[in-house]
């Protein structure tokens, strides 16, 4: 497929999805969480350390980057952007979901959604009661009166980033960016939302759950949960920070699981 290779799927509703593969072996697909596209966050360097042994998609997922959108949004539209690219590798992959990446990979196996062949998860944040459907709704309500500022700011509050680093950020030459996808907010706490861990207690595809070691509580009871949830489950702590774990030592280790 040649070394580095930008395309666009189709999905199923027409939408196209941008997505960029480099490397050569089995095909890996990794899936972005919130606030994250091609462009930014840890996906483009871990694609990177993993194409010596595997041919890696990375995507732009709906409403962010080179892809389109379309509504109404729903989990099962963002299931089959992610078997479409799976399509363009092949029609079968391994995954690894970042974050609320991770929950949309693993709602793809729950419903059947998906061809994945083994999925690893990096942190999951599991839903809280009636706090991730609240939080969404304030979400959705800034972004609808034009308020996207406000919007990532209180995403970035409610996951435990302190407000001296938020505020920090607001002159970033990125903030613009965060705030053109604020939106997709919305999209990942839906995710959020709809995930459960017995959900996944049915699950017969292999799966490795992986947290940082300096993570926060919340995150890592989360990973624990899953794993023990997921029938045959690894669990891997890594050396990291909060809620990341650096390319160097994350990519041998789905190396590993992947089989390379």
Known sequence: MGDLTDATAVSADGTGIAFTCRGSGPAVVLVDGAMCFRDAGPSGPLAERLAADFTVFTYDRRGRGGSGDGPPYAVDREIEDLAAVIAAAGGRAHVHGISSGGLLALEALA??????????????????????????????????????????????????????????????????????????????????????????????????????????????????????????????????????????????????????
């Open 111 to 260: 419903r059947g959604g998906a061809a994945i062949d083994r999925l690893s998860v990096f942190e999951p944040p599991l839903p809280e009661d009636g706090v991730t459907r609240q939080l969404a709704a304030q979400l959705a309500a800034l972004v609808a009166d034009g308020q996207r500022g406000a919007a990532v700011e209180l995403f970035q509050t409610s996951i435990g980033i302190p407000e001296p680093m938020v505020a920090a950020m607001r002159d970033s030459p990125f903030r613009p960016v965060l705030e053109s996808i604020a939106h997709t907010l919305v999209y990942d706490l839906t995710i959020t939302g709809a995930a459960a861990a017995d959900r996944y207690a049915a699950l017969t595809t292999p799966v490795l759950v992986v947290d940082s070691t300096d993570t926060s509580a919340g995150l890592r009871s989360a990973a624990r949960t899953l794993a023990e949830a997921i029938p045959g489950a690894r669990h891997r702590s890594l050396p990291g920070h909060f809620h990341d774990v650096a390319p160097d030592e994350l990519a041998p280790v789905l190396a590993e699981f992947f089989g390379a």
